[in-house]
Every structure is written in structure tokens, then in C-alpha cells.
């Protein structure tokens, strides 16, 4: 039979302990370096935002579709997979760096 010499003890005449510590935030997820670049030449003249470099480029086309996605919903705009590059229609530079950045990637412009 355990028995808990702490079980009759009551907590009446002490003062309340020191508040608990706040809850520390999560790391925050470092994804891949992502390049974004405008294009416009040979296209007819339309512009289009271009995301490249090593992550995406390194990742299966799956997830680059997964991540198209994500931005089209996000930015409302349309886009493609143009190889292994993302491209997104129009000039959307500084709304994309801005969703890339908020989701743990790191960018240049």
C-alpha cells in the first residue's frame, strides 16, 4: 500500500506560488531559399512572376503543385509548373514574397 505523506497536508496560510512561465512560441520552420524574378520578354507581353532556385527546383513536381496551389488561392491570380519553375501571371513579386515569408521560406527580390 503506497501511501503519499503529502495527501493530508493542506495549502491553507501559504501564499500562491510564482505564476507558470509563459508557453514558448514554436521554432519557426526555415523551408528553402526561393528566388522570385519578373519576366516579361518573349511572352508576348504579358508579365509573369517567376519562383526558382534550389528548393524548387529540388522538389518533387508534386509538391511544386501543392505550392502552386497554395499561391494561386492565396494570390489570386493563375499560374503554371514552366519546367521545374513556378509561374505566376502578372507581377506579383511582393505579394508572394510577403505569403513565402509568412510560411518560412527565405526570398530575394
Not at 39 to 60: C, F, H, I, Y
Amino acid at each position: 500500500m503506497d501511501v503519499n505523506p503529502f495527501d493530508r497536508l493542506d495549502n491553507q496560510g501559504l501564499p500562491p506560488g510564482p505564476p507558470p512561465p509563459p508557453p514558448k512560441p514554436a521554432p519557426k520552420r526555415k523551408l528553402g531559399k526561393v528566388n522570385l524574378r519578373y519576366e516579361r520578354a518573349g511572352r508576348g507581353g504579358k508579365e509573369v512572376t517567376l519562383l526558382e532556385g534550389q528548393w524548387v527546383e529540388s522538389q518533387e513536381a508534386r509538391v511544386r503543385e501543392l505550392l502552386l496551389g497554395d499561391l494561386k488561392r492565396a494570390l489570386g491570380t493563375g499560374g503554371m509548373l514552366e519546367g521545374r519553375a513556378i509561374a505566376l501571371q502578372g507581377d506579383r513579386r511582393d505579394a508572394a514574397k510577403a505569403w513565402l515569408v509568412k510560411h518560412g521560406f527565405t526570398t530575394n527580390i
